[in-house]
């Protein structure tokens, strides 16, 4: 099936046509998905996040209502964020997990499965999402020296970073205590290297966002590539890879679940960079990242001196130019290369699910 949609290529104005129109809207993707796998995974951390330490830390958070630091719409997001959807990492884990199936390799622990999937893999996913969730949460700090008399109290300030710190360090200790109860050390070893590459990718955007006035890097689209490989692509990938080693699988289906969940992650944040340019609403004060993927592009094409001349004119520019094609063909292009590891698994409705998120955020108006 998809053999014929990959084979069309990924450049020009046809492109793939399961990628680029047609197909239900990510809310049903997800709803359907989470059908799949057994149960909401807006559910998947409930244990942790109903524990009596979180509780007592959500009783301190709700003294920042009223402020204006960032943890509140941090905490706002987990509640309801139906254009990101938070939980997404878990549920390709999940949905990986029950496409690959059981392994012939190892039969002693298949009463452990439960709608297809082991109880090792569903934990994987809610350690992924813990993960995930305690590095937004840590990401929510503000710079002390960098706050202005508009941003509110300073106490407020310092009260706020506190309780990010410590609900994200809480977070993550419950992540690292249930990766070592799988006791797989080359499930630790993986996870650990995504966690690695988690800091390194935030450390440098974070080094980077206060020079030349927060104007991109001149940096390419290799680069870039690289950079959200480390923030955004590298947990799910890992944590694909991961699930197919607590199934005994094949180190080549080891490698398909790696890379569907790199490619399909890095057509993810394309998806979210371009949606301030091929949205028919909107408008020209739509905020958009100047690091985002049709800018570093525009770059490319423009050259570094003219793009700093026409940076108080960027977003039009950009739309009149040829950084937004490129990236939509760039998404289609990572969307076709998940699509290509998918055909290594067995025809399931777990890889129709998969390759409807892939369809998902590689369509564009």
């Given at each position: 099936m998809w053999g014929?949609?990959?084979?069309?290529?990924?450049?020009?104005?046809?492109?793939?046509?399961?990628?680029?129109?047609?197909?239900?809207?990510?809310?049903?993707?997800v709803s359907e998905a989470e059908k799949i796998v057994g149960y909401p995974t807006s559910f998947m951390s409930l244990r942790c996040l109903l524990s009596d330490e979180l509780s007592n830390i959500?009783?301190?958070?709700?003294?920042?209502?009223g402020t204006k630091h960032p943890l509140l719409d941090t905490a706002r997001?987990?509640?309801?964020?139906?254009?990101?959807?938070?939980?997404?990492?878990?549920?390709?884990?999940?949905?990986?997990?029950?496409?690959?199936?059981?392994?012939?390799?190892?039969?002693?622990?298949?009463?452990?499965?439960?709608?297809?999937?082991?109880s090792s893999q569903r934990s994987l996913a809610e350690i992924t999402e813990l993960i995930h969730t305690a590095f937004l949460v840590?990401?929510?700090?503000?710079?002390?020296?960098?706050?202005?008399?508009?941003?509110g109290p300073l106490k407020d300030m310092q009260f706020g970073n506190k309780m990010a710190v410590l609900s994200g360090d809480f977070l993550l200790a419950n992540a690292c205590t249930?990766?070592?109860?799988?006791?797989?050390?080359?499930?630790?070893?993986?996870?650990?290297?995504a966690i690695g590459d988690l800091v390194q990718g935030i450390y440098y955007e974070?080094?980077?966002s206060h020079e030349e006035n927060c104007l991109t890097d001149d940096i390419g689209i290799s680069r870039w590539k690289e950079q959200v490989f480390l923030r955004h692509s590298a947990l799910l990938a890992k944590s694909c890879q991961a699930a197919m080693e607590l199934a005994k699988h094949s180190a080549e289906i080891q490698d398909m679940a790696?890379?569907?969940?790199?490619?399909?992650?890095m057509s993810h944040k394309l998806h979210s960079d371009l949606q301030p340019f091929v949205k028919e609403t909107s408008s020209d004060t739509m905020a958009f990242s100047l690091n985002s993927a049709p800018a570093i592009l525009h770059q490319e094409y423009r050259g570094r001196e003219a793009w700093l001349k026409q940076i108080r004119e960027l977003q039009e520019a950009i739309k009149?130019?040829?950084?937004?094609?490129?990236?939509?063909?760039?998404?289609?292009?990572?969307?076709?290369?998940?699509?290509?590891?998918?055909?290594r698994f067995p025809p399931s409705e777990a890889r129709d699910a998969l390759a409807n998120i892939v369809c998902a955020v590689t369509r564009f108006p």
């Open positions: 014929a949609l990959l084979r069309r290529g990924v450049r020009g104005g046809g492109g793939l046509r399961c990628l680029s129109s047609g197909g239900p809207p990510w809310s049903q993707v959500a009783m301190q958070v709700r003294k920042l209502v997001g987990f509640v309801y964020d139906s254009r990101n959807n938070l939980q997404m990492r878990g549920l390709v884990v999940l949905l990986i997990s029950k496409a690959a199936g059981p392994s012939t390799a190892e039969l002693s622990f298949q009463h452990d499965m439960v709608s297809g999937i082991y840590h990401r929510g700090i503000v710079n002390i020296g960098e706050l202005k008399s508009c941003d249930s990766l070592a109860q799988l006791q797989n050390t080359k499930v630790v070893e993986l996870i650990s290297s974070n080094s980077k790696f890379q569907y969940g790199k490619h399909m992650s009149a130019g040829k950084g937004v094609t490129s990236a939509i063909d760039l998404c289609r292009c990572h969307g076709n290369r998940a699509l290509a590891a998918l055909e």
